[in-house]
């Protein structure tokens, strides 16, 4: 299967899981605001739920069937259920900070909108956020052209956020200083945990998504026993009342997670990030199944449609504008190919580079947003570098990757 | 792990039955249509130099290929 098209199934199929899941977390949003528990209970009862569903799953996807996991049907890299290795810890404790934080602030947004149309384009502005972190961590700095989707998406999910009551600043500020924050945290150690390989072999998004469901429940419970010690009872409680709905709720939560991990393997935080928000498409049916899309009034429905058709212009923008090229280069001789490598290797876009034994000394695959970008960015680079004898370009047309 | 790049030059015409082809072999690990000098370039990673050895005559077999160039990888540094 092409690497690119495993890419947007996952992430696809992981924003409609996430649509529903949406829909479900605005309805039990709306049992607990009918039951005075606030949205630090939520998130609470969810985690007490989640960390033995998630649990229980794992061990069942663990089960042996012809000599492979159950689990390695959905990750082919998954064999059975297995402690954090030393070198994963510091990953899950900050992704299970952040994540016990925004979703305290998620649960925070849909108990104030209570339409799920309305609060998941929020969402998707962790885009700039996972832009600005790329460009200092992955020596991939943005384009002009990615600035530019990052702010249509921007745009479009502040349009399709509207309410009949105009903007609400607060519920801006919980989003753009919490969420998105903490969900960016979220997606770039969840990267960084599915790129380790152990023994050779990748990590697998099962183990992962376990994993963090129990530091995150961690985090929460930590939380709430800092603020408020009776949160936890109002929690145990509401979890033991509502378990078999928060227990669904969990179990999709997981599908949709471990597909979205897998897709962060594969391509860039991002850009993962930017498929995942069709779910803003996919949640509109069960938006209309709740009765709420059609609250606003015509103008308000307008702006709103014209929102999410722009977030959607944004994202298919950003995701399909993409250069890859090969570079032969050959080294001249005196110098050493080693170290030639390295200085390559810093420069931005290129994506991987190898020593030959044969006719071209180094090849590397370089990606960027566009031919122009590949001049400036790599080409003028790649001409600086003492030692080059000759280098040739060749532009990738189409490519399939073995996943 | 031994890993190959492996080059080629399809004749005019034939591209897309060449690719079918060798999406058809096993242990290559992308194959990407390139402009330049070469047509395909392919990645594979095998066990041992008798599987890249393998891995190179199924890729001779295809008919419709001009040349062929294999190069191993001594070293590689990837995201």
């Known amino acids: 299967m092409r690497k690119k098209y495993l890419f947007y199934v996952l992430a696809i199929v992981s924003s409609f899981i996430l649509a529903i899941v949406a829909t479900m977390d605005s309805t039990i949003c709306f049992i607990f605001h009918q039951n005075s528990w606030n949205y630090w209970v939520c998130a609470l009862a969810v985690f007490l739920v989640g960390a033995p569903i998630t649990l229980l799953i794992v061990f069942i996807l663990s089960l042996p069937i012809n000599g492979k996991s159950l689990g390695s049907k959905l990750d082919p890299s998954f064999k059975r259920i297995r402690l954090v290795k030393r070198e994963e810890l510091s990953y899950y404790l900050l992704a299970g900070a952040a994540n016990a934080i925004q979703t305290a602030g998620y649960y925070l947004i849909l108990s104030r909108f209570g339409d799920p149309s309305m609060a998941l384009p929020f969402n998707q502005i962790v885009i700039l956020y996972l832009l600005s972190i790329e460009s200092i961590a992955e020596k991939n700095s943005p384009t002009m052209a990615e600035l530019q989707c990052a702010i249509i998406v921007t745009f479009g999910a502040i349009m399709s956020s509207l309410s009949m009551g105009g903007l609400d600043i607060k519920a801006l500020l919980v989003v753009f200083l919490i969420i998105n924050p903490g969900w960016c945290v979220v997606s770039i150690y969840q990267r960084k945990l599915k790129l380790l390989k152990f023994g050779g072999k990748p990590n697998d998004s099962i183990n992962i998504r376990f994993w963090n469901v129990i530091f995150s429940t961690i985090f929460v419970v930590l939380i709430a026993l800092i603020v408020d010690k009776s949160l936890l009872l109002q929690a145990f409680y509401a979890a033991s009342k509502y378990f078999p709905l928060l227990g669904v709720l969990m179990s999709l939560g997981f599908f949709s997670y471990v597909l979205y991990i897998r897709a962060l393997g594969i391509g860039k935080a991002s850009v993962t990030q930017a498929i995942r928000a069709s779910s803003i498409i996919f949640v509109i049916p069960f938006s209309i199944l709740l009765g709420r899309f059609f609250y606003a009034d015509s103008l308000h429905l307008l702006i709103k449609l014209m929102g999410i058709v722009l977030v959607i212009l944004g994202i298919t923008s950003l995701s399909l504008t993409d250069v890859k090229a090969y570079l032969f280069i050959n080294v001249k001789q005196g110098y050493s190919k080693g170290v030639l490598m390295e200085k390559i290797w810093k420069i931005k876009g290129v994506e991987s580079i190898a020593t030959i034994a044969g006719g071209t000394d180094l090849i590397a695959k370089v990606r960027t947003r566009s031919l122009g970008k590949g001049y400036e960015r790599v080409i003028r680079r790649l001409e600086e570098v003492e030692g080059i004898e000759e280098f040739k370009w060749q532009s990738i047309l189409k490519e399939w990757e073995e996943i | ?79």
């Not at chain 2, 004749?11 to 290559?28: A, M, W």
């Not at chain 2, 050895?53 to 008919?63: A, E, H, S």
């Open chain 2, 1 to 79: 792990m031994i890993k190959a790049f492996v080059m080629m030059i399809v004749k005019v015409g034939e591209l897309e039955n060449v690719l079918e082809q060798l999406r058809k072999i096993p242990n290559i690990e992308s194959i990407s249509v390139v402009t330049g000098e070469w047509d395909i370039i392919t990645k594979a990673g095998v066990e041992t130099l008798e599987g890249l050895m393998k891995l190179t005559d199924k890729i001779q077999l295809i008919g419709n290929i001009e040349k062929t160039t294999t190069q191993v990888v001594e070293k590689e540094i990837s995201l």
